[in-house]
Each structure stands twice: as C-alpha cells, then as structure tokens.
C-alpha cells in the first residue's frame, strides 16, 4: 500500500514559500533594476546640466568679449577714468547683457597688474542690491582678491575658461566663464568674466535629484505589483501543483485498494468455487450415500450463496457511491428475520469454537415494517466480522425496541480497534487485523453497513477497547404493521402449484438456464413453451397469441434481444403480463425494462420461490390463464 512519508509533507511544505521568494526575488530585481536605470538618467541629467551651463557661460563669455572695443579698454588704467565717457561707454553692453539674462549676476573685465587681477569694467550697477552689506559693483582697477582660478587659465591659455567647480569670493559662489580680450596684435588685454549663482546651478541639480526621487516611488510600486503579481500567479501554479501531486497520490492509493480489493475478491471467489467444483463431483459419484450428497448439495448451495453476497456486495458498494440504492420497507416477521439472520453465524461460531449468545429475541414485535433485505445485511455483516475476529470468548447479539425503533447491539471478545482505526472504520476498502484475517473480506462491508443505516434513517456507532472486544449499536426506525393474513401464515410453505394450468412462455438463449426454468415452473404446475432468442419468440407469440398465459425474457439474447421482443409485442397489442428475467441487475436496467413494456424485473441467480409468486400475482391480475378462467 502507497502511504505519503514525511518527506513528500515537507517538500509540500516547501512548495508554500516559493510564491512568496518569487515575487520577492521579482520585486528586488525590478526596484533594483529601477534604482540602477534612475541612477543613471540621474547622471546623466547633471552632466547634461552641467554641459548646458558650460556651453552658455562659454558662449556668453565669447558673446560679451567680442563686443568690447579692446583697443578702447586699454586705455582703461586710472580709476579716475570711471567717470569718464569711453569708461561708460564701454560699460554699457555689459550692464545691458546683465539685465537681458536673468541667470547672470556679474558680467566684468579683469586685466593682470603685476600678480593680482584688477577689475576694469563692471557692467554690475553701483549699490548693494542683494542686502549682503557688501558693495555689488567693483570699481576701476581694485583688485580682484582670490580670484576664480579659471580667470588666469583664460588669460595664460588666451582661450576660453569655464570653472570646474562653484568657486566663492566675497560677493558669493559661482560658476564662471572666461574669455580673452585681443587687442589687434593678437596680444590679450584682459579677460571678461561671467558669473553665475552657484545657487542656481545647485538648484537645477536639486530638481533633478527630486524628479528622481518621484521616479522611485512609481518605480517602487511597479516592483510591488510585478512581485505582488508573480507571488499570485506562482502560488496558482503551486497550488495546481500540489493539486496535480495530491490527485497522482489518490490515483496511486485507489490503484493500490484496486489491486488489494481485486486479491480479496480473487481469493473470495476462488474459495467457494473450489467447494462448488469439488461438491459438485461428490454429488454426482454413485459411491456416495444419500447422506453424503445431500451434504454436498448443501455445501455446493451455501458456497453459491456466499458468492452471490459477495456480488451484492459489490453492487450494493457501487450503487452507494453513485446515490442509487432504494429502501423498500414492507411487513415483515421481525424475530424470524433475525432468527434466519442469526442461523449460518451461530454455524461458523460452533466451527470455531466461540460462544453465540442471542437476547431479546422474545421480546420482539411479531409484524413491523421496515427493509427486510437490508437489515439482514446490516446484521449478517456485522455479525460475520465480530465471529471473524473472535478467536475465544463468545459473540453476543442483543436486540430489542424502543419508541418504533429496532435496536441491534453486536458484541464480541475479539482484540479490538484502536481508536485510529475507528475513524477510517467505515471507509471503501478499509480491512483491518492479521493477514489473514483481512484475506477473508473485501472491505466492504462496513462501508455498506454504513450507508445502508443512514439511508434508513438510522444511526450505527461502535465502541471498542483493545484486548477486550468492540461493540456495535445499530438503530434503525420502523413502523408498525397490521397482524398476518391467513395467507400469509401459509407464506413459509412451498406452494408448488400456485401455476397449475398455467402456459409460460420462455425466451432465454442459455441452455442450462432454460434447463433450470423449466423445472422450476414444472414443480409449479405450469407447463412452458421454449424460445431461443427473441426472434423465434415473437414469431411463435404472434402466431397464436393465446398459447403463452405470460412471457419471461432474458435481455440479451441474439439476433433480436430482450428490450427488441418486447417492444414489438406491445406494438403488435399483446396485453400478457412480461417479466424480464437478466443478470442486470443496476436500478438503470429495471427502469429501461419497466419503460419498454414488462410488468416486472427480476435478475438472477433466480430466486425460485419469488418468481413463481410474481407470476402467479401477475396471471391472476390479467386474468389471462385457463386456472383463472
């Protein structure tokens, strides 16, 4: 038998974390990868900053020194020149380039004196605009303390210099751009310097740094709902997953009870049939006494018996799982139920030894109703499993009834079931003590027993101690029915002539079949006419519709079946009473035969003493027969 180790538990158990490091390995990858791709438009935003302020200061710079008169602006040497014409001449262009550019705060000229850098022109308007408590504008000729270094790189090089970093003086911090002043030889006067507020440049960087901050969240929630959405798709999977491995460990479980189930159904016909064949033998031996065949028919007729239940079994099994079974409760002899009941499992508790204990029996309402059938085989299967597996001590059986309800307590002294037991107990297939002991069923009985009471409106419990016995309560409702007829009281007789007269007309394709009905309605009184298939029966009915009272079919036959024959008969207008007679025996095949036209459905193996009582109800209902007439 399969069973799921620890192992299978723990690797389904692992198979939980897998949505959850999914999606968070997705969602890291994703934040990550969005970190990595906002880092880099970060960069590359400053440097595309940072080169648009160098292009503009450069451009500004050049723009700015192309306009001086640089010839003019060497004649700039005296600071008393400030108040001069050529001075605000000069000046002009510049504080017009300031007002015209909002980002520019200083535009100047610079000369070298020596070491220092001197300003020349400032085109910055005299005052403290900024509120700083420092003059904004430099006059002719100061000097220019700690210059912006980009200042000499613009002189040295006579080209154009852009600061590398904001530089701070004491007006402030700024980026600057240099550009040479030529005069007409070629040679540099000086330099024109163009500030910027670091503040500015900083803020264009604070903007940038902010956008990507923002860019982070929908960057993060993205990473959220990707992992978010791996985790639920990949938990789906896992799920089918587990569903997919579950369902393979059911398929391998219900192949594994297949197989179990087939051995004991094996080793269940096997046994009776080897009796029937072995019996069979003795009971044709002209050696033998009359005593000794007698017991083999017996023995041949138990055996057949025992594998008729265990079909039944299987039936009943099969029509439980499919919600098909029927109670049909009718009047009954309460205590001869159960005698009968009772009889063959006092028998095999005599053969092993073990005592049979019966109480209440005469305290039992004579007529009830209730489903004759199925509270036998309630009974027979809890009976034969507490003598099964009672090896000493007794089984006991106590019955009796309270408020319109048969209750049926069945005890032994057998080893017992543990309480981990108890709870599969009613289970398909469920067998539980020795080897042996579970080769002597199928597992099916419990099961039966089960839903047999429930269906029944019942209830069945058990109670059991290991190493003392178990026992079984089984409540079944019933109700309470009218005193016996004088008929019935004749009922236990054989009434081998209730057909006297009667003509039965047989369609049945099996030889021994047909051998066994014939007996059967000749011991009744009845005389019987023979059909081998359908065909021949309908052409002999319709020939003379008066020479068969009734007609019992078999259902597959060939050339023209059983439903076939009995279509066309009612089609042609013969009103006769029709019994199907099959091995069918599921409740599908009794409504398609009550559906085409029989009065009755009955299967085999054929119950001699119902049939002649069905016929005979049936005869006397049409009126059809010459006893009748």
Known sequence: MYKLDSSGSRSRSKMIYIPIASGLLVATVLFVSSLISIAGMRHTARIAIDQQVRHNLSRMASMTAATIDASAHSTLTDPTQEEGEAYKALNRPLAAAIKGAETVRFIYTLRAVGDDLCFVLDG???????????EDHSFLMDVYEDPDPAAWEAYHSEGIAITREPHSDRWGTFLSGFAPIRLEDGTIDGVVGVDISAD???????????????????????????????????RRFVRYAQQIVEHREDAIRANNAKSSLLASISHELRTPLNAIIGFVGVAGDERCNRIERADATDTIRHNAEHLLTLINDLLDISKAEAGMITIEPAPVDLPELIERAVEP???NAEQKQIGFVLEGIDTLPERVILDRTRVRQIL?????????????????????TEASTLEMCVQDTGPGI??????????????????????????????ITHKLTKLMGGEISVDSKQGQGTLFRVRIPYRDAEPASERHAHDARADWDLLKGVRVAIAEDGTDN????????????????????????LAGILCDADHADILITDWDMPVLNGEGLVRKLREAGWTRPIISLTAHAMPEQQRLCLSVGCDAHMTKPINAK??????????EQHGCSSKAA
Not at 214 to 232: E, Q, R
């Open 124 to 134: 910055t308007p005299i005052g403290d605009t900024d509120n700083d408590g420092i």
């Open 200 to 234: 500015q440049y900083h803020a264009q960087l604070a903007r940038v740094n902010l956008a990507t901050q923002l860019a982070l969240i929908p960057g993060g929630l993205l990473s959220i709902l990707a992992g978010v959405g791996v985790w639920w798709v990949s």
């Open 345 to 347: 499992l006092r028998f």
């Open 380 to 400: 027979l299967n809890l009976l034969s499993n507490a003598v099964k597996f009672t090896d000493k001590g007794h089984v006991k059986l106590r019955v009796r």
């Open 418 to 447: 543990s309480a981990k037991d108890i709870e599969v107990l009613f289970s398909p297939f469920t067998q539980l003590g020795s080897r042996e002991s579970r080769m002597k069923g199928t597992g099916l009985g419990l099961t």
């Open 514 to 537: 047909m051998r066994l009905l014939k007996m059967i309605f000749k011991r009744s009184g009845a005389s019987t006419i023979e059909y081998h298939n359908g065909e021949e029966a």
């Open 610 to 619: 119902r049939l002649i009582e069905t016929c005979a109800e049936l005869v």
